[in-house]
């Protein structure tokens, strides 16, 4: 681990040092820099390459300049988007953005279903003004994985092969294996299906309620794949709220302020489909944490059901 204060006079003049407000695929940093409250990201290593990590930021740059509500880099004192260690890691700052998350983690929503309606109305408008945003701005210079049909549901999944969680029956591992060939043939006829760049992670850690509206945060994790995955993320942790329906169908309707939503359907598909990649992502993320590895295969579980269903 470097020296986070040397690390972050890479930016200026350090007025409060670092401190950690994150630790997942990054270790994440607030921290005050030259008058300026900035996000100070210590990318993991080897999860993400130089050139995609220097896309993201150039994508998130970009989307900002049109007015998309999320981070913008922070070039450092050299004039660079992104920092490389000693070590080889990479670490870079982005502008902080002052609100709380909408939720934590996997804790159910509370509410009436007034205020979830609107809530999630909210969320769908700010997935589809993402949509439009990534969609009016220049990302041919942009490199970023693939979440297509054989890193969601391939033979080797991007984040790992689901069906081998450990905690899996083995007529549950079958059951998956037999949900992953069936979705993998759905996706491959969708011949109309919206794609293009997504972020990936709209869990709701990721989207800030801010004074000027919801925010989008943590694009570690963007890439090209389909629009509707996003919104199946959106809703995936909400699998077992007793107002689902309520929560989908907002989603949709939001959406749909700003572009043509998916079919209800294809937003049960699409939460499945999450569902499974995080059951494979604890495999390696939660070794050792028998009770959050069996938490995400009781998840893709029950989306799997309610899919082939």
């Given amino acids: 681990m470097p020296d986070l204060s040397t690390l972050a006079a890479r930016w200026g003049r350090v007025d409060e040092p670092p401190k950690l407000v994150a630790a997942r695929e990054n270790h994440v940093y607030r ?84 205020e979830l309606a609107a809530l999630f109305a909210a969320v769908g408008a700010l997935i589809a003004a993402f949509h439009d945003a990534t969609d009016a701005i220049d990302t041919a210079d942009l490199m970023r994985p693939a979440w297509d049909a054989d890193a969601l549901v391939g033979d080797a999944p991007l984040w790992g092969k689901f069906w081998e969680n450990p905690t899996l029956s083995e007529a549950e591992a079958d059951l998956l294996i037999e949900a992953k060939a069936r979705a993998y043939d759905t996706l ?19 989207i800030l309620s801010t004074p000027a509206g919801l925010a989008l945060i943590d694009f570690d994790d963007a890439g090209f794949g389909y629009r509707g995955y996003d919104l199946g993320t959106a809703l995936v942790q909400h699998y077992a709220h007793p107002r689902l329906a ?3 169908d907002a989603l949709l309707a939001g959406y749909g302020t700003l572009r043509t939503p998916p079919s209800p359907d294809e937003l049960r598909f699409f939460t499945m489909l999450r569902a499974m990649a995080s059951c494979g992502w604890v495999i390696t993320r939660g070794a050792g944490n028998l009770a959050y590895q069996r938490a995400q295969a009781d998840r893709a579980m029950a989306c799997v059901r309610a899919w082939l269903e």
């Fill in 31 to 114: 921290c005050q820099i030259e008058g300026q409250a900035v996000a100070l990201r210590l990318h993991r290593a080897a999860y993400q390459s130089k050139a995609a990590i220097e896309s993201e930021l150039r994508w998130m740059a970009r989307l900002a300049e049109v007015g998309f509500p999320c981070p913008r880099p922070v070039p450092s004192s050299a004039g660079a988007v992104l920092e490389t260690l000693e070590t080889g890691q990479h670490a870079s700052a982005i502008s902080w953005l002052d609100g709380e998350a909408i939720g934590d983690g996997d804790t159910a929503l509370t509410g009436s279903e007034q």
């Fill in 188 to 206: 491959v006829a969708m011949d109309t299906v919206d794609a293009g760049l997504i972020h990936a992670d709209c869990l709701q850690e990721n």
């Fill in 246 to 248: 309520l929560l989908g």
